[in-house]
């Protein structure tokens, strides 16, 4: 019997988080250590584990019906997909992630009109030469794999690199000078699929139980007697 839904699931930081996240909606995922392709206890679902990073392509070319990912990545890759559900949580903690343009403590920089002519190493190539442009700043941006906060201000002037609590920016001796954008866990589905009435179906109820399950986590339940 073939599953009604192909589902992507976010390989890497996100992946355990994800995992525990469907348990507590109600659905089991087991895998090995060395597999991509998770195994359900819905007959409905398959898939397998894949790269946030490039989830949004394969949902719009149609390789899965829906996925999670990050609203950052949706942008980056300029992906034509239906935003089902924001899901907040992540491998550190549930709240909102920020890109953000830091430099080190002394820099000169102190706004984007100070980044004419300099270089800027991030992972999110795109998003950042649109905020540049949009700023009418011409600057190098380069791809950055990894550590990024360690190549300033050696290797560049500045970065763009994702944050949740500033936490590593202040460890590497960096300030922030502006939010790019902000993102979270999102939700997505194929266009051709989320207009399919049995695949949209199965897609929302999966998106409700996987909020219910997030609101769960900020509830405190007591038991008083009377």
Same mark, same amino acid.
């Given at each position: 019997m073939?599953?009604?839904?192909?589902?992507?699931?976010?390989?890497?930081?996100?992946e355990?988080?994800?995992?525990?996240?469907f %348990?507590?909606?109600?659905?089991?995922?087991?895998? !090995?250590?060395?597999?991509?392709?998770?195994?359900?206890d819905?007959?409905?679902?398959?898939?397998?584990?894949?790269?946030?990073?490039?989830?949004?392509?394969?949902?719009?070319?149609?390789?899965?019906?829906?996925g999670?990912?990050?609203?950052?990545?949706?942008?980056?890759?300029?992906?034509?997909?239906?935003?089902?559900?924001d899901?907040?949580?992540?491998?550190?903690?549930?709240?909102? !992630?920020?890109?953000?343009?830091?430099?080190?403590?002394?820099?000169?920089?102190?706004?984007?009109a100070?980044?004419?002519? +300099?270089?800027?190493?991030?992972?999110?190539?795109?998003?950042?030469?649109?905020?540049?442009?949009?700023?009418?700043?011409?600057?190098?941006?380069?791809? !950055?794999?990894?550590?990024?906060?360690?190549?300033?201000?050696?290797?560049?002037?500045?970065?763009?690199?994702?944050?949740?609590?500033?936490? !590593?920016?202040?460890?590497?001796?960096?300030?922030?000078?502006?939010?790019l954008?902000?993102?979270?866990?999102?939700?997505?589905?194929?266009?051709?699929?989320? %207009?399919?009435a049995?695949?949209?179906?199965?897609i929302e109820?999966?998106?409700?139980?996987?909020?219910?399950?997030?609101?769960?986590?900020?509830?405190?339940?007591? +038991?008083?007697?009377?």
């Open positions: 073939t599953a009604l839904l192909n589902f992507g699931l976010p390989k890497g930081s996100l355990d988080p994800t995992i525990k996240l %348990g507590r909606a109600g659905f089991s995922i087991s895998k !090995s250590s060395r597999s991509y392709k998770p195994c359900w819905d007959s409905d679902l398959d898939g397998r584990f894949v790269r946030a990073q490039e989830m949004s392509r394969y949902v719009e070319d149609g390789f899965f019906d829906c999670l990912t990050g609203r950052d990545w949706v942008e980056e890759n300029a992906s034509d997909v239906e935003i089902v559900s899901l907040i949580y992540s491998r550190a903690s549930n709240r909102i !992630s920020k890109w953000v343009l830091a430099v080190p403590e002394q820099s000169e920089i102190h706004s984007v100070d980044l004419e002519g +300099k270089s800027i190493a991030t992972e999110l190539v795109g998003v950042t030469q649109k905020y540049l442009s949009k700023h009418g700043v011409k600057a190098e941006v380069e791809f !950055s794999w990894g550590a990024t906060e360690v190549k300033v201000p050696e290797l560049v002037d500045a970065i763009v690199d994702l944050t949740e609590t500033g936490g !590593s920016l202040r460890a590497n001796k960096l300030r922030i000078v502006d939010v954008l902000e993102t979270n866990t999102v939700l997505i589905a194929n266009k051709k699929s989320w %207009g399919d049995q695949k949209r179906s199965k109820n999966i998106s409700l139980m996987l909020q219910a399950a997030l609101h769960a986590d900020t509830k405190v339940g007591s +038991k008083v007697k009377y």
